[in-house]
């Protein structure tokens, strides 16, 4: 990402040096320390001059436009600590990642930058986000999207020390994260060394609105200039968003969210009946807790998190943007908010009556941002509704960051759907290429599958996911629902280097098991970056997907769940991300 934004200096080159008499809030982008600000900081320090030159009063279409108020604390902050404490030896060991948490959030966090961050933290009421930013994160091809962790801060605490401390705490267990073992897996499946790594943090205020003693934004959103999966008649370059109502985490991890097109945000959705829409759109949300805390644990991640239920929301009134109510004795959806039915969060009052100027706003944002990087990109951004004192709404931009999208140009051939050489065909398929060096497949087997043990099955092929990494081989990967979901009643809770080496995968429905794509999600974010074929196969297409020809081939490894052959010759996997329509061939160039 710093290649793209052109920050390959060794400080900030955007924004002011951290100053305490000029506070947190009256600057919107400060540093403290020397040296590099990472992926994250750098893509804000991107975004921060693309809003001042195209929206230089800060606004759009009656609505707030700018980055949260931020604090970067560049790379020396993170090697004085490091080496003030000596936690390499631990860091770089094999012990457990609750371990390594518990002793960096024991070490001491020095003397020199104390002082600062005391400052900042002292005249803030409001909820801090602590986000990772480091100097591989958010690069192109080694997107490092969801390895590290974020922890947000409530903030509220009436000791000013309390208050301190917990900022501390969560500055170290994001420094932490980057020695976590899924940190550790990422690296070395992209060869790299994790000593390499440097982390920078970032200090954000949490876009959002009280409610009660929650703390979260109306909507949470993820932005894609460029859609993997349009529908028909609609072009990828048109682009994709993902609505969620509370914090981003929601889209993050893969969770049932609201897809559409910015430019057709009228589009009717692709569920077959009322239904099938009920079960597939959101229900949970995440916030904060400003309430009583019952346990810290200040190695956890969502130890101020609260994951809570839209039906338990007492004041639906705070929904009026988002919801339409299910009319049960109808059988319909009513826009709004009404007595006597369900709340569904399908957030047509936005998208429909444009009661807030959101697709005005992200597709102008859009627009801008491809114009000054020249490359396809990803944002996320949170809405707050504003208050009396500043009742604008707000577009909070969080981050900006390159989608990697293959050019290489597929056609592809005219071919019978019931043709002996074609395994399977989808229509909707996610990337761009050719393929030919696939011997392996690995395979959930369906005689045995059951959704209770995804957990195992996702731990299965991990193992054997190690085993292809070891020998350097790359392998199809097919399973039922959604692959990388955190929901494992929705398909395989995998997370990216637990299927590293997989070059193909294929996600296939059974009728208990229907999900949204979640383009969203950081899962999907790698895949693209690695350029992975994703086959998403529907009701149709998985009957033709030949079970009996890929039960035949030599088995490898088994277990209860999972299964692992090797076929005589090569798959020839087409993808012509054009028309997101592909093909696997059961057999390619000979050995």
Known sequence: MSALLGNKGKTMKIGKKFERETSFFNNDFTYLGTGLPGGKASGLAK????????????????????????TVLLSSVFEDFMKNNDLYNIALSDTSNEDIAHSFVSASFGGLYAGDLYSLIENITKPLAIRSSSICEDSLHEPFAGVYETKMVANNQSDRTEKYNALINAIKYVYASLFFQQSKNYFRTINRDVREEKMAVIIQEVVGDQHGDFF?????????????????????????????????????????????????????????????????????????????????????????????????????????????????????????????????????????????????????????????????????????????KD??????????????????????????????????????????????????????????????????????????????????????????????????????????????????????????????????????????AHNVLYFSVDDDEAKDLDWNWIQEQKTINETKFVKHVRLQGNLQILVDGRQSKGFIFKHGAKK
């Open 47 to 70: 975004t921060q001059e693309i809003l001042s030159k195209y929206f230089p009063d800060g606004q759009i279409a009656g609505m707030q436009v700018n980055i949260p108020h931020t």
């Open 391 to 528: 009742p604008l709404p707000r577009f909070g931009f969080l981050q900006l960051r390159p989608i990697n999208i293959s050019n290489e140009m597929v056609d592809l051939p005219e071919i019978e759907k019931n043709s002996d050489e074609l395994l399977l065909s989808s229509q909707n398929v996610m990337g761009n290429g050719i393929c030919t060096e696939i011997f392996d497949i690995i395979f959930i087997r369906p005689e045995t599958f059951d959704i209770h043990h995804t957990a195992q099955i996702a731990a299965d092929i991990a193992e054997l996911n190690e085993i292809f990494y070891s020998n350097k081989r790359k392998y199809l990967l097919i399973g039922f629902g959604r692959w990388g979901t955190s929901d494992p009643w929705c398909g395989i809770p995998v997370q990216w280097p637990q299927i590293s080496n997989a070059k193909a995968i294929v996600e296939t429905v059974l009728p208990s098991m229907k999900a949204d794509f979640s383009q969203g999600a950081h899962f999907f974010h790698n895949m693209t």
């Open 216 to 388: 979260h934004p109306v909507i949470s959103g993820v932005l894609k200039s460029y859609n993997f999966y349009p529908s028909d008649k609609i072009e990828p370059e048109a682009g994709f968003a993902a609505l969620a109502y509370g914090l981003g985490k929601t889209i993050v991890d893969g969770s049932n969210c609201w897809s559409y097109c910015p430019y057709y945000p009228r589009t009717p959705q692709p569920f077959n009946n009322i239904k099938d829409l009920l079960n597939n759109t959101q229900k949970e949300y995440w916030t904060i807790n400003l309430g009583t805390i019952n346990h810290y644990n200040p190695v956890a991640e969502t130890e101020y998190l609260i994951h809570d239920s839209i039906f338990d929301i007492l004041d639906r009134s705070i929904l009026k943007h988002v919801c339409s109510t299910y009319d049960h004795s109808n059988d319909r959806l009513i826009m709004g908010i009404h007595s006597g039915g369900a709340p569904v969060l399908d957030f047509a009052p936005i998208l429909r009556a444009e009661t807030l100027p959101l697709n005005r706003v992200i597709t102008e944002i859009m627009q801008a941002c491809e114009t000054e990087t020249n490359s396809k990109l990803e944002i996320e951004f949170a809405i707050s509704l504003g208050t009396e």
